[in-house]
């Protein structure tokens, strides 16, 4: 299994350029969910997947939209990059959200550059 | 918001043990711990309940007090594949329903 993959593992973007990076896991999990990491702020989430067909926003959705095309692929699409989008972005995936929430598992990243 | 992690850094030796604590203003769920070593992805490493109940590592351990809002992780006898940044997650009732929210980080670096 190659758990949670990400594609690309690096990007540099022009401001105002658009790029989607993309999500899949083959652990047949319900859930997944897109991170941003810099440096100081820990991860914050940008938007989530409860379930195949629903998505949500995290603590950071500005400038962001997501698509989750079916169980095990979900997309993170920035249509019109700006210099604060640089950071590392990490999607993940687990069993289930909500109350009883099971561990994640996370992807390698994808570190964004926008100049 | 935000849970706050103490200390933001703490350096040990081999053998030393470290507590990192987690504290929330929000009444809490559940409290999630994960270890990031530099340039690669967080790792799971234990969930604690509401409840008392606790999923994760046999080797890792940790606290959940549900009155005060806080969690402590326990590393005991250190090793030095123990380095790296641990960040504790929360899940809030309420508006925040089902989102774990992450603490800045605690670095922890090991030397021999």
């Known amino acids: 299994n190659a758990g949670v993959t990400q594609t690309p593992k690096f990007q540099v973007l022009k401001t105002g350029q658009s790029m989607t990076l993309q999500c899949a896991q083959d652990?047949?999990?319900?859930?997944m969910y897109w991170y941003r990491q810099d440096p100081g702020m820990g991860l914050r989430l940008i938007y989530y997947?409860?379930?195949?067909?629903?998505?949500d926003k995290g603590e950071v959705p500005n400038g962001y939209n997501v698509s989750r095309l079916n169980k095990r692929e979900f997309s993170l699409r920035l249509e019109s990059a700006a210099p604060s989008q640089t950071s590392v972005y990490f999607c993940?995936?687990?069993?289930?959200?909500?109350?009883?929430?099971?561990?994640?598992?996370f992807g390698p990243g994808t570190r964004l550059t926008v100049l | 918001q935000q849970p706050v992690q103490s200390p933001q850094a703490v350096i040990l030796r081999e053998g030393e043990d470290a507590v990192i604590n987690c504290s929330s203003s929000?009444?809490?769920?559940?409290v999630h711990w994960y270890r990031q070593k530099h340039g690669e992805a967080p790792v799971f490493l234990m969930i604690?309940?509401?409840?008392?109940e606790q999923k994760g590592h046999e080797k890792i351990s940790a606290s959940f007090n549900e009155k005060k809002q806080q969690s402590s992780l326990y590393l005991t006898a250190s090793q030095l594949s123990y380095s790296g940044t641990y960040f504790c997650?929360?899940?809030?009732?309420?508006?925040?329903?089902?989102?774990?929210?992450f603490g800045q980080g605690t670095i922890l670096t090991v030397h021999p």
């Open positions: 929000k009444a809490l769920y559940s």
């Open positions: 604690l309940l509401k409840g008392g």
């Open positions: 997947s409860a379930s195949e067909g629903t998505t």
């Open positions: 993940a995936s687990s069993e289930a959200a909500g109350i009883s929430a099971n561990e994640q598992f």
């Open positions: 997650g929360t899940v809030a009732g309420g508006t925040s329903y089902g989102k774990l929210t």
């Open positions: 652990m047949n999990h319900n859930s």
